[in-house]
């Protein structure tokens, strides 16, 4: 079944920890992206990549980081240093080329504090 | 850099009601404009796309055409229902496969 697949669905992070959360496609794209989303605000981009081993910060990347080893795979780690990590954070992917291409989400990782 | 302006939420309809959301954009080059829509406690979901000036989307019954003259990308549908009770988000992209620019949404409740 194709599509991009985002676990855990919901994650509890305590003070000072450091999670990850899994973002997997088996869309064969080339770029993936991770948004933050919150009440009233819109989707807030935090990183993306549009190749292996190569990603750019978005808008607010301070307190994440991320990593592109493999094409199927964008993961995002929330760090210690992000101060309110409460969240719906949603990954997506786009393939081809040219700006008329689809981007395509998952369903959504909600991240709470404890 | 590139912006999409949408009307304030939240709009309550009744159902068979008109509906119409505004979204006007800022590009310095020839993007492609989007709809996309967010039903409860999941991802986005594209709605319809036009690629260039004059193109007309298409989907589920609603529309939006491209406006190059204006800077807009209104959606319209002519008679909603209960269903169709989600946020609603346009966005544009410029070039490749750069991430798309996202408008604020707009949260549409739908009243049998």
């Known amino acids: 079944d194709g599509g991009i697949t985002q676990s855990p669905k919901y994650l509890f992070r305590k003070e000072g920890q450091n999670v990850t959360l899994s973002c997997e496609q088996n869309?064969?794209?080339?770029?993936m992206y991770w948004y933050r989303q919150d009440p009233g605000q819109g989707l807030r981009l935090i990183y993306y990549s549009q190749i292996v081993n190569d990603f750019q910060k978005g808008d607010i990347a301070e307190g994440y980081s991320v990593s592109r080893e493999k094409k199927e795979s964008f993961p995002l780690t929330v760090t210690s240093a992000q101060k309110n990590p409460t969240a719906f954070y949603l990954c997506?992917?786009?393939?081809?080329?040219?700006?008329?291409?689809?981007?395509?989400f998952g369903a959504g990782t909600r991240l709470s504090v404890l | 850099g590139d912006s999409v302006t949408q009307m304030e939420g939240p709009v309550t309809l009744s159902e068979e009601a008109f509906l119409t959301i505004n979204c006007t954009y800022t590009?310095?080059?020839?993007?492609?404009l989007f709809w996309y829509v967010q039903y409860p406690g999941e991802g986005l979901q594209l709605l319809l796309k036009?690629?260039?000036?004059?193109d007309k989307g298409s989907n589920k019954g609603f529309e939006a055409t491209y406006r190059k003259e204006t800077t807009s990308f209104h959606l319209e549908k002519g008679s909603v229902q209960v269903s169709d009770s989600a946020v609603y988000f346009c966005a544009l992209r410029d070039s490749g496969n750069t991430p798309l620019v996202f408008g604020k949404g707009t949260r549409l409740s739908v009243i049998a």
């Open positions: 869309l064969n794209h080339d770029a």
């Open positions: 590009a310095t080059g020839y993007p492609s």
């Open positions: 997506a992917t786009s393939g081809g080329d040219g700006a008329k291409n689809i981007q395509y």
């Open positions: 036009a690629t260039k000036a004059d």
